[in-house]
């Protein structure tokens, strides 16, 4: 007789769907007053970031691992085809098109899941020693990361290009490297600054951090802390949140969601998802924390929290004049595909590392 191996269900982490869905839910009710076509696509976005997510969990990728390295390099060949094959928005050159269909892909995206679990991979062959990855464990591991970055900021796309950096360097902060290497590094970037703004930035990336600096924010900005501003405590009814209903809030079901959620629900509302994404975060880092010895489970939950903290963190900031306007879309929260699948990926992987953490068989169902 089969049976569901209990053990599975115990590890499962309930927490993580239990914030994540009501972010999902608010987001569809924003889209769907919006577009009802914008709606009805992001309900197959849904079901598709779904299937991602049960695919992800039933992997035996610890059994797999050795796969890792060749996911990681078809990925990077597929953000190369982007620079000859890909379709132009916005004046990016990010997404690759599927066939037979209306639907893209941005290859950048779908590239994260993959991008940290090659740190995974790297981490659990060379652990830290005791002191910290050493010069040169700390270079191989910089390789991984800065052949993507560097790729990715060629299309151009910094948003995602930093998010990868970030986290990146900020899951060699977490396992440890040597202290000296921090304080070189830090010099390095000093000293590098004003050459890279001056000669690797495009001029609309100049642009954006110069109105950021600006007395006078830019108008898309303007308009969104002028949304922010008009919902109060409380919020408008759908008919008076005139910033969203006569679109005079740019990308408001995408980059500037959050602008439009707080004129529809008031700072209340706002409130309530920055503390949604603030247990999330906090969670993810109490699970890194706890998993010292697995150093999967603990790069892949630390990677998860620093990727969505600079990405809630920076589309926030930009929407009230904090940041620089930038591509970065708010997790499970803004209208897309790419995003949605790419962190529902995210957390197919880590409840797989924490269902099946001490199932060395991976098998879901027993006999009996």
Same mark, same amino acid.
């Given at each position: #007789?089969? @049976?569901?191996? *209990?053990?599975?269900?115990? @590890?499962?982490?309930?927490?993580?769907?239990?914030?994540? =869905?009501?972010?999902?839910?608010?987001?569809?009710?924003?889209?769907?007053?919006?577009?009802? #076509?914008?709606?009805? *696509?992001?309900? =197959?976005?849904?079901?598709?970031?779904?299937?991602?997510?049960?695919?992800?969990?039933?992997?035996?990728?610890?059994?797999?691992?050795?796969?890792?390295?060749?996911?990681?390099?078809?990925?990077?060949?597929? =953000?190369?085809?982007?620079?000859f094959l890909g379709s132009q928005k916005l004046g990016a050159q990010r997404w690759l098109s599927l066939p037979f269909t209306d639907f893209t892909i941005q290859p950048s995206e779908i590239f994260k899941p993959i991008f940290l679990l090659m740190l995974c991979y790297l981490a659990k062959q060379t652990p830290p020693? =005791?002191?910290?990855?050493? +010069?040169?464990?700390?270079?191989?591991?910089?390789?991984?990361?800065?052949?993507?970055?560097?790729?990715?900021?060629?299309?151009?796309?910094?948003?995602?290009?930093?998010?990868?950096?970030? $986290?990146? +360097?900020?899951?060699?902060?977490?396992?440890?490297?040597?202290?000296?290497?921090?304080?070189? %590094?830090?010099?390095?970037?000093?000293?590098?600054?004003?050459?890279?703004?001056?000669?690797?930035? @495009?001029?609309?990336?100049?642009?954006?951090? %110069?109105?950021f600096l600006s007395d006078t924010p830019s108008y898309h900005v303007e308009q969104s802390v002028i949304a922010i501003g008009s919902g109060g405590l409380l919020g408008k009814d759908k008919e008076e949140a005139t910033q969203t209903q006569f679109k005079f809030l740019p990308i408001a079901t995408s980059d500037f969601?959050?602008? $439009?959620?707080?004129?529809?629900?008031?700072?209340?509302?706002?409130?309530?998802? %920055?503390?949604?994404?603030?247990?999330?975060?906090?969670?993810?880092?109490?699970?890194?924390?706890?998993?010292?010895?697995?150093?999967?489970?603990?790069? #892949?939950?630390?990677?998860?929290?620093?990727?969505?903290?600079?990405?809630?963190?920076?589309?926030?900031?930009?929407?009230?004049?904090?940041?620089?306007?930038?591509?970065?879309?708010?997790?499970?929260?803004? +209208?897309?595909?790419?995003?949605?699948?790419?962190?529902?990926?995210?957390?197919?992987?880590?409840?797989?590392?924490?269902?099946?953490?001490?199932?060395?068989?991976?098998?879901?169902?027993?006999?009996?």
């Amino acid at each position: #007789m089969l @049976h569901i191996d *209990r053990r599975i269900i115990t @590890h499962f982490d309930f927490l993580i769907p239990i914030i994540v =869905i009501p972010i999902i839910a608010l987001s569809y009710y924003l889209v769907s007053e919006s577009s009802a #076509m914008l709606a009805t *696509r992001q309900l =197959i976005y849904f079901l598709v970031g779904f299937c991602a997510f049960l695919l992800f969990f039933l992997l035996p990728i610890r059994k797999i691992e050795w796969l890792i390295p060749f996911f990681y390099w078809s990925g990077i060949a597929f =953000i190369v085809v982007v620079e000859f094959l890909g379709s132009q928005k916005l004046g990016a050159q990010r997404w690759l098109s599927l066939p037979f269909t209306d639907f893209t892909i941005q290859p950048s995206e779908i590239f994260k899941p993959i991008f940290l679990l090659m740190l995974c991979y790297l981490a659990k062959q060379t652990p830290p020693p =005791i002191g910290g990855y050493s +010069y040169r464990e700390f270079v191989k591991i910089s390789f991984f990361i800065l052949l993507p970055f560097v790729l990715i900021a060629k299309q151009p796309d910094l948003g995602t290009a930093a998010v990868l950096l970030i $986290a990146g +360097y900020g899951m060699l902060f977490i396992i440890g490297v040597n202290r000296r290497i921090w304080i070189i %590094l830090g010099v390095l970037i000093a000293v590098a600054s004003p050459i890279i703004y001056n000669y690797a930035l @495009h001029d609309y990336q100049k642009k954006r951090i %110069l109105d950021f600096l600006s007395d006078t924010p830019s108008y898309h900005v303007e308009q969104s802390v002028i949304a922010i501003g008009s919902g109060g405590l409380l919020g408008k009814d759908k008919e008076e949140a005139t910033q969203t209903q006569f679109k005079f809030l740019p990308i408001a079901t995408s980059d500037f969601i959050f602008p $439009a959620l707080v004129e529809r629900k008031g700072f209340l509302g706002g409130f309530a998802l %920055l503390l949604l994404y603030a247990f999330l975060i906090f969670h993810l880092a109490t699970l890194a924390f706890d998993a010292k010895n697995d150093y999967f489970t603990q790069v #892949m939950a630390a990677g998860i929290a620093f990727v969505l903290f600079i990405h809630a963190g920076v589309n926030i900031a930009m929407t009230i004049g904090f940041a620089p306007v930038v591509g970065i879309p708010l997790p499970f929260f803004s +209208y897309g595909g790419s995003s949605f699948i790419t962190f529902m990926i995210f957390f197919g992987i880590l409840e797989n590392l924490l269902a099946f953490r001490f199932d060395p068989t991976h098998k879901l169902v027993k006999y009996r």
